[in-house]
């Protein structure tokens, strides 16, 4: 059986830009928030954040505008990447 992967942060963009209502004023931000959110999986010191923390950190600095059914899309999304990430670095939390 193949083990699943996390989305790279492109793909991931790509998914958000899909479930929101506009454009993404900055997908740097969004690229990298999700990159750091997916690197903290395997590391004690800090937890990831939560997907309400995430959708609201996208839409006060990523410039995401989302309605309440994309927010509910991104939130699922995010929480199903950290678990792929959680399984490839062995264990959850």
């Known amino acids: 059986m193949t083990r699943e992967t996390p989305l790279a942060p492109s793909e991931?963009?790509?998914?958000?830009?899909?479930?929101?209502?506009?454009?993404?004023?900055?997908?740097?931000?969004?690229?990298?928030?999700?990159a750091g959110q997916l690197v903290s999986t395997g590391r004690s010191t800090r937890e990831p954040l939560s997907p309400v923390?995430?959708?609201?950190?996208?839409?006060?600095?990523?410039?995401?505008?989302l309605d309440d059914a994309g927010r509910e899309r991104v939130e699922?999304?995010?929480?199903?990447?950290?678990?792929?990430?959680?399984?490839?670095a062995g264990g959850s939390r």
């Not at 995430?54 to 995401?64: D, E, K, W, Y």
């Open 12 to 34: 991931f963009a790509e998914a958000v830009r899909d479930y929101a209502d506009g454009e993404i004023g900055d997908e740097t931000y969004l690229c990298r928030c999700y």
């Open 53 to 65: 923390e995430f959708s609201s950190a996208l839409v006060a600095h990523a410039g995401v505008e």
């Open 76 to 88: 699922y999304a995010y929480l199903r990447q950290l678990e792929i990430a959680r399984d490839r």
